[in-house]
């Protein structure tokens, strides 16, 4: 059961555009949402966060919406640079005593310049 | 350097063997939790220590196991190996939730 969805394996942007990452979850219990970067042969790298009690949280570039309705987060990269081309994980989790992450299959973004 | 350390970077085995893995948390850090990535799949929870002591577990297989020293490192155990279990292993650390785990570079184990 597959409780975090990335149905986008990949995207491709021209640089300076904006770019949308997608990200559905099925588990009504998730308090917290992250982003996650990835390059190869690293581990993921933390890019932003949003708790279940907002709908929007910014930093830089990097934007991350949360529609709570719809069990749907997005994130926003504005505007795109060659070195954003990673693979992006969403991750998700209950909040303090269950601190677990589940995780989306990815997304590779690939920015084109 | 993310601050979380794990050893060996690279690991080659054969069937049927055993194998351990090594993290160092992050200075500060209590928590230590273990992720499976197989091939172009996200990862996968293994388990999570909090302090020296199992706080939680995921999908981790009977042939696997793990524990938290004293000083805060972990090791993950991974017995009787198969070539299914050929993947990357993650490491990663936090001190609570929200404010991101860091993880470290990974271990590549491939069993052949």
């Known amino acids: 059961d597959q409780q975090v969805k990335q149905n986008s394996p990949s995207l491709s942007v021209q640089e300076g555009r904006i770019s949308i990452l997608n990200c559905d979850y099925t588990n009504s219990m998730f308090d917290y949402f992250l982003w996650y970067k990835k390059y190869p042969a690293e581990g993921p790298t933390f890019l932003i966060s949003i708790s279940s009690i907002k709908d929007k949280n910014e930093d830089g570039r990097f934007t991350v919406f949360l529609n709570k309705s719809a069990k749907h987060l997005s994130l926003h990269i504005v505007p795109s640079q060659p070195g954003d081309s990673a693979v992006y994980f969403c991750a998700a989790c209950g909040g303090f005593g269950n601190e677990k992450l589940t995780f989306g299959t990815g997304t590779r973004l690939t920015i084109i310049p | 350097d993310s601050g979380v350390t794990q050893t060996p970077k690279h690991l080659i085995t054969a069937t049927g063997q055993r194998v351990t893995l090594r993290c160092s948390p992050r200075s500060g850090d209590l928590s230590v939790y273990w992720y499976q990535q197989s091939l172009d799949q996200g990862l996968q929870f293994l388990i999570q220590?909090?302090?020296?002591?199992?706080?939680a577990k995921g999908n981790i297989l009977e042939r696997f196991s793990a524990q938290q020293f004293p000083d805060l490192h972990s090791e993950l155990n991974l017995s009787s190996l198969e070539l299914g279990d050929s993947a990357l292993y993650f490491c990663?650390?936090?001190?609570?939730?929200?404010?991101?785990?860091?993880f470290g570079s990974g271990t590549r184990l491939t069993v052949v």
């Open positions: 220590y909090y302090n020296g002591e199992e706080r």
């Open positions: 990663a650390s936090s001190a609570g939730t929200g404010n991101g785990y860091t």
